[in-house]
């Protein structure tokens, strides 16, 4: 929905051969309120130049929360609803749909949320309390022994594990 506001009645133009050169005074920003130049072009030459502004509102379909999410849940598509809404004023990104088993919630998401991705992290690899093994190399000697992980853990980052009967 584009609404232009400071727009002029009428602007006059030495020829019926003219044209107009509309520039953004702030590029790349292309919703809210925008300002906009438009210069009125006639024999080759800007003859008039006239500042305006332009209310850019933008709309979507958007994730919300169809139930209350726990912290730790990874939304199945039943929790979501699409609903069409204005995004002009929503400066966050929000989870798109085929990422949703990927990711689980930080914190309680209340029913009606939109889905943001800052709400969200990957789901880990390694639960707290998932059997692992663990494999400890030094030099040319290797060690394996069973242990339970003691945090959650992603792809590629450390945790603690306890080795049982060991302590450590």
Do not use: N, W
């Amino acid at each position: 929905e584009i609404v232009f506001r400071a727009v002029p009645d009428s602007t006059a133009v030495p020829s019926a051969d003219y044209a107009l050169r509309v520039q953004l005074t702030e590029p790349g920003r292309l919703k809210g309120v925008v300002g906009i130049a438009v210069d009125v072009e006639a024999g080759g030459q800007t003859v008039r130049r006239i500042a305006m502004t332009v209310v850019i509102r933008t709309y979507a379909r958007v994730p919300v929360a169809a139930r209350i999410l726990p912290r730790r849940t990874t939304p199945v598509p039943d929790d979501v609803r699409p609903v069409r809404m204005e995004t002009t004023l929503l400066h966050r990104s929000v989870v798109e749909q085929e990422m949703l088993g990927t990711l689980r919630t930080k914190r309680i998401v209340q029913l009606g949320s939109i889905l943001f991705e800052d709400l969200f992290e990957p789901v880990p690899l390694v639960l707290q309390g998932d059997p692992v093994k663990v494999h400890v190399r030094s030099g040319h000697v290797c060690l394996s022994v069973d242990g339970v992980a003691r945090e959650d853990g992603v792809q590629g980052e450390y945790i603690f594990v306890r080795v049982p009967g060991h302590g450590d």
